[in-house]
C-alpha cells in the first residue's frame, strides 16, 4: 500500500471498508471495521483545511490509542502513524486550531527531498555524527517562521521589482515587518 495521504485517506474510507473487512476472518471483523472507522476520523480531519475543535480532536486520538492498546495491542505504530495520532494534535493548536490540509503531505515530501539534498551538498561528510548535525540545523533553520518570512518576502520583492537586488534588512527593518500586517 502507498503511503501517501491520498491513498491512506481512499484505502480508510467507508467506501471501501466493508469489502477489505469482508476479507477479514469474522473473529476480527468487529475490531478492524472499528481501527478503520477511527483512523479514517483522525486522517480525513487532519487533511482537511477546516478548523478543529482541538478537545474533541484530543478525546478521538486518546480513543483510538486506548482503543489499540485494549482491543489490538499486538499492532505496533510506525513513525507516520505515530506522529499522526500522537502529535498532530499538537501541530494543529499551533496552527491556530487550523487543520493540516495538504501541509502535511507536501511538508513530508519535501522534507524527504531537502534532508537528501542537505546530505548531499550541504553537510560535512567527515562522520555520521557531523553530517546528521548540520542536517538538523538546516531543517531547523528552516522551520524558522522569521527565517522563512524573510525569504517569502525577497522572493516576493524580486518579482515584484525586477531589475532591483534584495537586499539583508537590519534587525530594526525585520521587527517593524513583523507589526505590519500588509506584507
Known amino acids: 500500500m502507498s503511503t501517501t495521504g491520498s491513498q491512506g ?12 473487512i469482508e476479507l477479514i476472518p469474522k473473529s476480527h471483523q468487529d475490531n478492524v471495521r472499528m481501527l478503520m472507522k477511527l483512523y479514517s476520523l483522525i486522517l480525513r480531519a487532519v487533511s482537511s483545511s477546516r478548523m ?23 499492532v505496533k505504530y510506525n513513525i507516520t502513524v505515530h506522529n499522526l495520532i500522537f502529535h498532530s494534535c499538537e501541530l494543529i493548536e499551533i496552527n491556530n486550531g487550523k487543520a493540516l490540509g495538504k501541509l ?7 522534507s524527504n527531498k531537502d534532508v537528501r539534498d542537505f546530505r548531499e551538498h ?9 553530517n546528521l548535525s548540520d542536517i ?7 522551520s524558522d517562521l ?8 525577497s522572493i516576493r520583492k524580486r518579482k515584484d521589482e525586477p531589475g ?20
Not at 485517506?9 to 477489505?20: A, Q
Open 164 to 183: 532591483t537586488f534584495p537586499t539583508c534588512l537590519s534587525e530594526d527593518d525585520t521587527l517593524l515587518n513583523l507589526l505590519f500586517l500588509d506584507n
Open 136 to 142: 538538523f540545523k538546516r531543517l531547523f533553520l528552516r
Open 52 to 74: 478543529i475543535d482541538l478537545t474533541t480532536y484530543r478525546k478521538a486520538t486518546m480513543g483510538f490509542t486506548l482503543f489499540i492498546a485494549a482491543e489490538l495491542p499486538f
Open 146 to 153: 522569521i527565517i522563512r518570512y524573510e525569504i517569502s518576502s
Open 104 to 110: 502535511s503531505e507536501e511538508s513530508l515530501k519535501s
Open 122 to 130: 550541504l553537510a560535512r561528510k567527515s562522520d555520521h555524527l557531523s
Open 9 to 20: 485517506r481512499r484505502f480508510f474510507s467507508s467506501n471501501l471498508r466493508e469489502k477489505i
